[in-house]
Structure formats: structure tokens, C-alpha cells
């Protein structure tokens, strides 16, 4: 019987599955390279608002203090943002007929709150709180990046769970002294290993890995 | 369309109900105007077109995190820090007492409800009305406009109208005024009327309650000859005689009186000495549950029960009657109470007859009691008045047509009035009718005014506790739907309107205070939560000579079958009709939920012929009513009970249609029981819906329990039913343990079965409502549940409460199960059940042998009504549908703790984290703690040789574990 299929036909198939192996490893790679990219994670993606407030002149020009602003970082979950009433301490007397003020003025005048972009955001599962981290030393810049050197602000990590467990895991490579939390220029030295483990012996840090750490 | 007919017709809208042209012509088109005809530009075509690219573009917004705004304040008020709750110190008013509550505050949003530990009728716990009268502060269907007859309106329109009324009044001095209210104790309250009555002399203010204290105020009147606030002290107390009266179960004293009792029931170290609890009643209470000796009597026997007390223990003319057959009970707790003379006590229920009341003051004083168990007081009530007849008063000037303007401030007496004093009828003589209320009710629907009242959480006001205490309530909130308080609505009948309810408040007290510096008192009473000093002393107060030979002895109790009317359990008198989170908590021990149902002991159902849900018919003087029976163990025979509340008919969405209208049978000259009755059965069925249908532990020794003897001989004696395998013996390697190691212990000795604990993690969790038909499936979500469960004879069996939360095992048979971890075993011993990883495959609710999970088979939790959102806990996920749940012991709370704890780089402290349930319970059978530190309170109760676990035999090393129940018989009285 004559063969039905031409020999080349070996090949083709042989080819076509690993063909559409390799296809769904490129999609699937694709997806995963997506769902870590800027483009989903928001790393690195500035975000527009209503006054466009640069970080970059008030805490690194300026060397306001980060809780001048974010008021309740050292005793709640909430860092807390700063009412208008706080921008106006200083804006009606400095810039105070700047238009590009003008939405702060405004809400000062009619009592209508600013309404801010959202930069990092949880999923509503996660329950964060700022104040046992800095407490811990955990510095602002550890999560919040280089805050003094964005005009407008962005993202600086992806706030993935694999991201938070590395800390969780092994907090040695990331604290701080306390003294240190709010400097945003804080290098960790060459051997952060050996101070980390001091660190976490002298604060009782522990490696909170449970669930209901964050989730409840 | 009439304004009456507008009363009798089910309306869609307002429009409706108006009858506009506009919506008749809406009604005429067959189709609203939009959809009409084919001729629209846009084909069919075109639509599927659009529809397709804009399914295809919405799934690419899924990539994407939706951008989230965060608003700031302009100006950030003071003290609060965003992400820390505050504490106000306020009080709920029921019936016009007051139970002090501190209230939690997220960002301005009052969340839950907690006890005044400084309040001496909260002592920190609260009851579950106090629990869930969050959720009517949030409900959408509270009334939110100013109604005229149906028709929306204004506050400055109806102020208009009663200027009118009130020039015509001053006419004649207020002849034709009435004011209805419910018992009134706020000072300020009471001012007000007065000054009102003396502004327009020949006005009359009524009061009326549906459930009222009048036969109690009437007893005093046989005995005394005056009004006296009788308080008693059960902690003083070694022998205790209760003639119907659920001390533990409602009253304005309830939870002082659980704490008093159970502390007079702790067997800890030391001599071990318990009170002794004798229960007199007819339908089993969650009181007569923790009796040592519990008699099933017919309300109407309790009187000649209690006359043959009183003649044992020598009371004067007490007439005892032929003998009876429970002559030797009355002879054993008689020669009982005289041994424990000045130690003993006894109790009468409010819906005894004034007799039985002045029999027990009688008794008392002849056991010395006065000054030592039982105290009396200046009444709190600013105007005490037989209540029944103040409301008949009204009915008949009403009838007489001397009534121009009726104004009932709160209450709904249309619903709750007797049948026999046609209320609803007479009503309509009155020329203007205005009602205050939380909601567009029974009686609004027949009055020409309709006022949205402010919650009590939304306005300013004062109360008075039991023993005279004075709260000044503050809001929490400004009034979500514009309500006005009774002070508001009183200043405006006084002509001035322009005060707000925080002004009256404060003047009242800035005049009649007395205080030094007012700022600062004014200031320390509202933190503190009540006025220093305010609580009524004690007085002295004499027996009248021979009062008992003026009461004769009670008549043989009547033929046929009783009828009695209690107060439901979670819905009260009505007035909670529309709180789903009450709707739903099973009832204390029918444990039936969205239902009312007649009462009636098994030997009588089988006489009658009856069985659970059989709908019967239950006539009554003249009057019937359809109503399904349930059969009540332990229930006097011959005899049925109903509860009071259900069958409204405008409730709003959640009460509206539930159970049957016990009041339909009540009559003002028995209100609370008489003979006569009749049952017809009709062949029909009704579904009643009970969380518990197993009465039996089917000898798996769930609930331990032994007499005061038994525990002296043998303190393990709850120990050695059941082995617990030796640790370590199971395949799956262990669980590291780390640091704190947290569990429960709860004192079967001192629960009380109330429930108050369900309805405080309701609160404290964001638990669902599931509504009747998912209950009825077993799908209700309370993460615990009190089980409750009978031992002995049917016609009076020993009850058994027993709070069932997640074990928090050790070796969880849920954790080995899961297939993707979404239950698993935390390194602090907690048992932790994660949302997000949950795919719901239920199999750890299968493997659970203590059936504590719940599975949101429907999308239970209300995601979209604005107002309900405002009521959850930002610190706990609101879960979806799909998702397996369960107690997480408050983890929010343990949490929130650690974390203050390592700020201040220590441990946490014991009795810094206190569970929701914990909180609430008001017998304090409830206690959170850490394992690992010996010198717990916890540690100690486990070391308890009552300690036992449940189902221990399964391995399972649960670390919630009970204290035996302990019993106290009086060795003379056998059964």
C-alpha cells in the first residue's frame, strides 16, 4: 500500500507541536511579562492631579519633613493625607495667587475637598499599616522609592505579594535604624546584612508570614 | 383618589398613590415611552454592532486597576486620627430606660456598639437590641420625608399646619391637645411637657408602652401605697425565687441582673458556694433555663403558687387556697428562702398581676430582704401612670370627639394598642393627627403628618437607667434622612422651633444641673457616659397594714385553654420588625428565626392533635387568628404562648409579612394572660424556619454537666467522659509554635443563652443576612451559634446553652482538606481561613465535625445600598459569593493589638484583646486569651478541672474549650 502521507509529513508534525508548545509558552510568557510590566504594575507611571504637586520641591527641595504632610504615619494604619487646610499654612502667603493653585484655593474657600489620584493602591483583602513598619525601620523609601526626586509622584514598586513576603521573609536585608526611617537619601551600607540581623534582634522583628498577617 | 382610600391601597409610587394625569397617561401607553415602536434610527444591526465592540473593550479594562480618589478633609477636625476609631459614650433608651453604650466611630461613621463598662445597667455589655440598633440607624427604609397624607411635604410646611392648630388651641387652653409618648424618663423630656401643659392647661399627656411595667407600679400601689422602683441585688442573694419574671431575659435591669447572678455562680478557687435558683413560669425563658428547680405552671396558677409561699413563710392573710399538688415544692423553697433569711430573695414578672407583686414585696419583707437583696427607690419614671388606662383615657376622649390634635411622639400604637380599644377607629375623630417615627408605619398610615424621627444614635437627648442614673445621649451622626427628635418635636408644639435638640438638651441642664462649673460637668458627663450622682437613693419604705385582705385570693383559673403574650425575644413589640440582623438571630430557645409561633407543651399538642407548623386557628374573645404552632418542651400544659410584634403589615421590606399579629388577640383588661381560648385546627401548614432541630447530643456528651455535689466529690467528673488521645498521635507532622498562643474557654456555667454574642460578631464581622428561605436550607452565616439542647422528660426537661464559635484546632480536619491552602494553621495557633485563595469546594465545611463554616452560596452581603456600606467594619473583608467563612477570633482586634504592643515593645497585655463576643456578654462566659502565659486569666480557666474540649475523642486538640455547667438542687426536692 502505497504510504499516505509524504515523509516530510514526520517533520511538520513533529514541528507543529513543538510549534504550539512553544506558542503557548510565548503567550503565557507574554502574560506573565504583562502582568509584571509597568503597564499593569503602574511601576514608574506618574500619575496626573488636580494641583500638580511635585514631591520633588516640597521633601527634597524644601526638606519638609515627610510627616509634616502625612501626619499619621507613626501611630496609624493611615499615613494620612494633608487636609487643605495644611497647604494653605504656607500657600497664602507663598505662591498664594498661583494659578495653578487655584483648585487648593479654591477648596479652601468652599470647604470642597481635593480629590487625589490614587498611586498605591491595595486590593481591598490587604490590610497595611504604616505605623508598625516605620516603627520597625522600615524606611519610607524602602517601599515609596526616591519620593524627593519625582515631580509628580509614581509607583516605585509593584506592590505584588511576592514583593512584600521578600521583606516578610528575610527583614535583615531591609531595616534600618529608626533615626533613619524618613531619610529619603538612606544607603544601606555594605554590610546591611550584619546590621539588618542586629536590627531585627534589637526591634524583636519577627518573620510574619501567617495570612492573617495581612489578610483577615 | 381620597385620603382614604389612599390608606387602604398598595401604591408602587408616589406618583401612583397621587394619581397624577401624568401617570395616568404613563399607565395608558402600554409601553413607557422610550421603547415604543420600531421607528427608531438605530437598527437592530447596528445595536449587536456596538454591543459586540463594547463587550470586547470593557474585558480590556480588566487589565487595569480602576484609579481610586482619595479625598482628604479641608479642614481635619481635632483628635481624629484617619484609621483609629474613636469611642463616644451615649445610651440606647428601650421602653424609656436607658442601657449606656460607647459607640465606635470610623471617620465619622458610628460601626459598632459596645457596653459602658462605667454604666451600672450596661457594666460593659449590651443586649442584642442595643447590637443591632446599628443597622436601624443605617436602614433605607426608615422614613426620610415629611409626609402629609401620604404626599411628600416639608418640616416648614408642617409648621405651618401646627402654628394653625396651635393658635386654635390657645383658644381653649389646649382642650382638645393630647400627647402620646412611651415611658418617659429624660429630664429634659419631662420638662418640656411640662412647661406644655402649663402653657395649654386643660392638655393631657398619655403615655403608653405596649410592653409595660403597670402591673409591676400597681403592685407597689397593694403593697406600699405609693410608686416604688424596686431593685434587686442578686449578687447578695444565696436563694432566689422567680415568679415569671425573666430577670435575665428583658426588663431595663437585665444585664446588671446576668452579671449579678452569674457572679454568684462561679466556682473557681477557693470555697465553692453557688445560689440556688427556683423558677416558677409557664413557657420556658432563657431564665428559667438556668434554674436548679424549674416549675411548669400556668400563669394564672403562679399567683396561688405563690400565696402558698407566702403563707409558709408567715405572711399575713395570704389565703393559700385548697391544697395542690405542688405543695411540697412551695414547702421546700419556702423552708429554702427562710434559711437564707436577708440572703434570699424574691422576684415577680411584669406580666404578673399586681397581687403576685405585692405578695413577693410581702415575702421579702418578711425575709428581711429590704436594705440587703432588694432595694427600693423613688420611681425613675418622670410620670408613672397606670399606662393601659392613660391609653384608654385617650381612646375615649378620642370617641368623644374632644380631641382636635393628637400628637404621638414615636411608638405605633395603631399596631400595638389592644384590639378591645378600637384605637385605629377612634383615631380618625381626631381632626389632626401627627406622628413622630423611625418609620412610615402602621399608625403613620393613619395620621395626617408623618415626621422621620432621628435615631437615637443621631440625636441629643437624655435617659435614665433602672436605678435613676442619668445619661445624656449624644449623636453620632447628624441625621442621616433628616429625622427630628422628640425634643425638636416638643419644642416645636411649644412654639419654638428654631432650637435644635443639642440646645434644649444643654439648657435643661445648664438650669436645673447644678453643677459648679457647667462646661466642665456638662463635659465629664458626656465622656464619662452618665451624671455623677444622679442615681436614686435608696428609701425606705413600709408595708401597709393588712393590704392582702383586700386582694382575694385569685379565682380557679378559668376553663379552656390559657392564653399568654410575651414580648419577642429579638423583635421586641414590634418596633425591630424591620432589622434583618434581629429578624434572622434565632430565637433563644425555640430557636426559630423570621417567625412568631404559638407556644404549647408536648402533652397538649398531642391532646389537641397538633404537630410543629400546623397552622391553627387561635380564638379569643371574639377574635382569631391563624398561627402556626411549634411545640415547646417544658411548657405548662394547657396553655399557649404568643409573641407579640410579628404580622406587621408596614414594617418596611424585611418586616413586612413575617409571622402572625399576636396583638389582634389582646385585650386591655388581661394583657398578658387569661383563660379561654380556643384552637381549631385548619389542616394547613406553615414552614416555620428553625436553626436547630436536633433537640438531642444522641450521647456524644456535648455539654458536661453535674450538680454543686457531684463537682465537690469529683472536680474531673466533666473530664473523664471522654479520653483525649495523647498528643501527637496523628500522621500530619505538627505545627510550629511561635510566640503568643491564643484560645478560648467559655463557662457553660454562666452562659445564659441570649445570643447577645451572635449578634456582636454579626456586627463586628459584616455577616450577612441570608433571609428565611437560605436559612431554612441551613444557610445562615452567624460565624457562632448558641446551641441549645434538652436532657430528661419532655414536660420538663433540664436546658443546656452552648456558644459554638470555630474550634481553632489543633489538628484541624479543615486545613488537610483544602486543595489550595485557603485554610490553613497559623503559627499563633489560629486557624486562619484566607478569602482570596478560597475557590469554594466546600470540602473543609464537610470535614468539619464541628459544622462552624459558612459558605456564601449567594452573593449574601448587600454591595450596593449606600447607607449599609456606611455600617461595615473597614477592618474586615466583605466577603463575595463563593467564599467559605468562619470565626477568625477577631483577628482585626488581636491584630490591631500587636501591633500597639511591639509601638511600645512589649507583649501584649492579658485582657487587651477582648473577641466581639466577648465584649458583648453580658454573664462574662467568654474569655480570649494567651495560652502560653501561665498567669492568664485564660491559662487559668484550662487549668479548671471543668475544663473540657468538644469531641476531644476526634483528636482534633481544639483550642476553644467549655467549663462544665453546674447545677445546684435543693437535695429536698427531688427530680
Same mark, same amino acid.
Request: glycine share 8%.
Given at each position: ?31 506573565w511579562?504583562?502582568?509584571r510590566?509597568g ?14 504637586f511635585?514631591?520633588?520641591?516640597? !521633601? ?12 499619621s ?11 487643605t ?11 498664594a ?5 487655584e483648585p ?7 470647604g ?43 509607583? !516605585? ?28 537619601d ?14 531585627? !534582634? ?10 492573617y498577617?495581612?489578610?483577615? | ?11 408602587? %409610587? ?6 397624577t ?34 463587550l ?35 445610651a440606647m ?44 440607624? @443605617? ?6 420625608v415629611?409626609?402629609?397624607v401620604?404626599?411628600?411635604?416639608s ?11 396651635? *393658635? *386654635? ?7 382638645g ?23 395649654f ?6 403615655q ?23 431593685? @434587686? ?7 432566689? =425565687?422567680?415568679?415569671?419574671a ?22 473557681g478557687q ?13 413557657? #420556658?425563658?432563657?431564665?428559667?433555663s438556668m ?22 413563710l ?6 393559700p387556697?385548697?391544697p ?11 423552708r ?27 415575702i ?18 418622670a ?5 393601659m ?7 375615649g ?10 400628637v404621638?411622639?414615636g ?11 378600637a ?14 417615627? =423611625? ?13 422621620p ?14 436605678d ?9 451622626i ?20 428654631s ?12 438650669k436645673?444641673?447644678?453643677w ?10 458626656l ?6 450622682g ?8 413600709a ?7 383586700e ?10 385553654? *390559657? ?11 414590634? %418596633? ?17 428565626t423570621?417567625?412568631n409561633?404559638a ?10 392533635g ?10 379569643y374573645?371574639?377574635?382569631s387568628?391563624?398561627? #402556626? ?26 418586616g413586612?409579612g413575617?409571622g402572625?399579629?399576636?396583638y ?9 394572660f387569661s ?10 401548614? @406553615?414552614?416555620?424556619?428553625s ?32 479520653e ?13 509554635q ?12 454562666a ?7 451572635? =449578634? ?15 436559612a ?29 464559635p ?13 486543595p ?6 497559623g ?24 459544622k ?9 452581603a ?25 470565626c ?15 509601638? *511600645? ?30 498567669n ?5 480557666l ?8 468538644l ?14 455547667r ?10
Open positions: 500500500m502505497a504510504q499516505l502521507f509524504h515523509r516530510s509529513a514526520n517533520t511538520i508534525a513533529r514541528a507543529s507541536i513543538l510549534g504550539a508548545v512553544l506558542a503557548l509558552a510565548v503567550t503565557g510568557g507574554m502574560l511579562a504583562l502582568y510590566s503597564y499593569q504594575t503602574e511601576v514608574g507611571v506618574p500619575r496626573q492631579q488636580p494641583v500638580p511635585s514631591h520633588k520641591h516640597h !521633601a527634597g527641595g524644601m526638606g519638609i519633613d515627610c510627616r509634616y504632610c502625612h501626619t504615619v507613626e501611630n496609624s494604619s493611615y499615613a494620612g493625607l494633608p487636609p487646610e495644611t497647604c494653605m499654612s504656607c500657600h497664602s502667603l507663598i505662591w495667587d498661583a494659578p495653578v493653585l487648593v484655593r479654591a477648596s479652601f474657600r468652599t470642597e475637598p481635593l480629590q487625589w489620584t490614587r498611586v498605591y493602591r491595595l486590593p481591598d483583602f490587604v490590610y497595611f499599616d504604616h505605623s508598625i513598619h516605620v516603627n520597625k525601620g522600615v524606611g519610607c523609601s524602602t517601599c515609596h522609592g526616591r519620593v524627593d526626586q519625582m515631580p509628580l509622584t509614581w509607583r !516605585a514598586n509593584t506592590l505584588l505579594m511576592e514583593w512584600c513576603l521578600e521583606c516578610h521573609r528575610q527583614p535583615e536585608h531591609f531595616v534600618r535604624p529608626r533615626e533613619y526611617v524618613f531619610q529619603m538612606w544607603n544601606p551600607p555594605a554590610d546591611q546584612l550584619t546590621l539588618g540581623r542586629r536590627l531585627v !534582634a534589637q526591634y524583636n522583628i519577627r518573620k510574619l508570614t501567617d495570612c498577617t495581612c489578610h483577615r | 383618589m381620597t385620603q382614604k382610600d389612599a390608606r387602604n391601597k398598595t401604591w408602587r %409610587s408616589l406618583d401612583e398613590l397621587a394619581g394625569a401624568e401617570f395616568q397617561r404613563f399607565l395608558e401607553a402600554e409601553f413607557p415611552e422610550p421603547a415604543s415602536g420600531g421607528t427608531d434610527p438605530v437598527s437592530r444591526r447596528d445595536l449587536l454592532k456596538v454591543m459586540g465592540a463594547s470586547t473593550l470593557a474585558g480590556m479594562t480588566a487589565c487595569r486597576t480602576p484609579a481610586e480618589k482619595i479625598v482628604p478633609y479641608v479642614r481635619a477636625p481635632e483628635d481624629l486620627v484617619p484609621g483609629k476609631p474613636l469611642f463616644f459614650a451615649t433608651p428601650m421602653g424609656g430606660f436607658a442601657k449606656g453604650l460607647l459607640v465606635e466611630s470610623h471617620l465619622g461613621r458610628p460601626t459598632k456598639v459596645e457596653g459602658n463598662p462605667e454604666h451600672p445597667a450596661s457594666l460593659g455589655a449590651t443586649d442584642v437590641f442595643g447590637q443591632a440598633s446599628v443597622l436601624t440607624l @443605617y436602614d433605607p427604609d426608615r422614613s426620610q415629611v409626609t402629609r401620604g404626599r411628600l411635604s418640616w416648614m410646611t408642617f409648621l405651618a399646619a401646627l402654628n394653625v392648630a396651635r *393658635e *386654635e388651641q390657645h383658644l381653649k387652653k389646649g382642650a391637645l393630647r400627647l402620646l409618648t412611651g415611658t418617659v424618663t429624660s429630664p429634659t423630656l419631662a420638662e418640656q411637657i411640662r412647661s406644655l401643659l402649663a402653657e392647661s386643660s392638655a393631657k399627656w398619655h403608653f408602652e405596649p410592653v409595660s411595667r403597670d402591673h409591676a407600679r400597681a403592685g407597689a400601689h397593694v403593697a406600699f401605697g405609693q410608686d416604688v422602683n424596686t431593685i @434587686y441585688r442578686f449578687d447578695q442573694a444565696q436563694v432566689i =425565687l422567680d415568679l415569671e425573666d430577670f435575665l431575659g428583658w426588663g431595663p435591669a437585665n444585664l446588671r441582673y446576668v452579671r449579678d447572678f452569674t457572679a454568684g455562680r462561679r466556682v477557693g470555697p465553692v458556694a453557688m445560689n440556688r435558683l427556683y423558677v416558677v413560669e409557664s413557657c #420556658p425563658s432563657i431564665t428559667g434554674a436548679d428547680h424549674r416549675l411548669g405552671l400556668r400563669a394564672g396558677e403562679v399567683e396561688s403558687f405563690a400565696r402558698k409561699v407566702a403563707q409558709r408567715g405572711v399575713q392573710d395570704a389565703s387556697g385548697s395542690g399538688p405542688h405543695d411540697q415544692f412551695a414547702e421546700a423553697v419556702a429554702d428562702l427562710a434559711q437564707h433569711r436577708g440572703a434570699s430573695l424574691v422576684v415577680a414578672g411584669d406580666q404578673q398581676p399586681p397581687v403576685v407583686h405585692a405578695l413577693a414585696h410581702a421579702n419583707h418578711t425575709l428581711g430582704a429590704e436594705g440587703r437583696t432588694v432595694i427600693h427607690t423613688d420611681p425613675v419614671e410620670m408613672p401612670v397606670d399606662q388606662q392613660s391609653l384608654r383615657e385617650l381612646v376622649d378620642m370617641q368623644a370627639g374632644r380631641v382636635d390634635l393628637l404621638i411622639v411608638g405605633n400604637p395603631v399596631f400595638t394598642a389592644p384590639r378591645d380599644l384605637f385605629a377607629e377612634q383615631l380618625s375623630k381626631v381632626k389632626l393627627r401627627v406622628h413622630l417615627g =423611625l418609620y412610615e408605619d402602621e399608625t403613620s398610615a393613619l395620621c395626617h403628618w408623618h415626621i424621627e432621628a435615631h437615637f444614635l443621631e440625636s441629643w437627648s437624655d435617659a435614665r437607667a433602672f435613676g442614673t442619668v445619661t445624656i445621649l449624644q449623636p453620632l447628624a441625621p442621616l434622612y433628616g429625622g427630628r427628635s422628640a425634643h425638636e418635636l416638643l419644642a416645636a408644639l411649644a412654639g419654638k422651633a432650637l435644635s435638640g443639642h440646645d434644649i438638651v444643654r439648657d435643661y441642664w445648664e436645673h444641673g447644678r459648679k462649673i457647667f462646661e466642665e460637668s456638662w463635659q465629664v458627663a465622656h464619662d457616659g452618665l451624671v455623677a444622679t442615681r436614686l437613693p435608696p428609701k425606705r419604705v408595708l401597709r397594714a393588712g393590704f392582702l385582705k386582694s382575694l385570693p385569685a379565682q380557679k383559673p378559668g376553663r379552656g385553654l *390559657e392564653i399568654a403574650f410575651r414580648p419577642d425575644p429579638t423583635i421586641w413589640d414590634g %418596633s425591630f420588625a424591620n432589622n434583618g440582623w434581629l429578624q434572622e438571630m434565632p430565637k433563644p430557645l425555640t430557636k426559630l423570621w417567625d409561633a407556644l404549647v407543651s408536648p402533652a397538649t399538642a398531642q391532646r389537641l397538633l404537630h410543629n407548623e400546623a397552622v391553627v386557628e387561635l380564638r374573645r371574639g377574635a387568628v391563624r398561627a #402556626p404552632v411549634w411545640i415547646m418542651p417544658g411548657h405548662a400544659d394547657d396553655s399557649v404562648t404568643v409573641q407579640l410584634g410579628y404580622g406587621r403589615t408596614r414594617a418596611g421590606r424585611v413586612t413575617a402572625f399579629n399576636a389582634l388577640l389582646r385585650t386591655a383588661d388581661e394583657p398578658w383563660a379561654g381560648l380556643e384552637i381549631r385546627r385548619t389542616g394547613d401548614r @406553615y414552614s416555620l424556619v436553626t436547630q432541630h436536633h433537640f438531642s447530643m444522641e450521647s456524644r456528651n456535648l455539654i458536661r454537666a453535674g450538680t454543686l455535689g457531684e463537682f465537690q466529690k469529683n472536680p474531673r467528673f466533666a473530664q473523664q467522659v471522654e483525649s488521645p495523647p498528643p501527637g498521635l496523628t500522621l500530619y507532622p505538627g505545627h510550629p511561635e510566640g503568643y498562643a491564643w484560645g478560648m474557654a467559655i463557662d457553660l456555667n452562659c445564659i443563652g441570649c445570643g447577645a454574642c451572635v =449578634l456582636a460578631c454579626q456586627a463586628e464581622n459584616n455577616i450577612p443576612v441570608v433571609g428565611k428561605r437560605e431554612g436550607r441551613g444557610r445562615s452565616m452567624h460565624w457562632i451559634r448558641v446551641d441549645r439542647y434538652y436532657e430528661g422528660p419532655p414536660e420538663d426537661p433540664a436546658i443546656f446553652h452552648q456558644p459554638v470555630c474550634m481553632h484546632c489543633e489538628n484541624a480536619p479543615c486545613e488537610v482538606v483544602c489550595v491552602g485557603a485554610t490553613v494553621h503559627s499563633e495557633g489560629l486557624n486562619e481561613m484566607i478569602y482570596n485563595r478560597c475557590v469554594g469546594t466546600r470540602y473543609c465545611s464537610n470535614n468539619c465535625p464541628y462552624v463554616r459558612r459558605f456564601n452560596f449567594f452573593e449574601f448587600d454591595w450596593t445600598t449606600p447607607s449599609l456600606k456606611a455600617q461595615r467594619n473597614p477592618n474586615v473583608t466583605v466577603r463575595s459569593r463563593g467564599v467559605m467563612e468562619k477568625t477570633y477577631c483577628v482585626q482586634r488581636i491584630n490591631a493589638a500587636k501591633i500597639e504592643a511591639e509601638k *511600645e515593645d512589649r507583649k501584649v497585655r492579658d485582657g487587651e484583646i477582648v473577641t466581639a463576643c466577648q465584649a458583648v456578654c453580658p454573664a462574662q462566659a467568654i474569655v480570649f486569651g494567651d495560652l502560653s502565659d501561665p492568664s486569666r485564660l491559662a487559668r484550662k487549668a479548671d478541672p471543668r475544663n473540657y474540649a469531641l476531644a475523642g476526634l483528636n482534633t486538640r481544639p483550642r476553644t474549650t467549655y467549663l462544665a453546674l447545677r445546684n438542687p435543693n437535695p429536698e426536692i427531688r427530680g
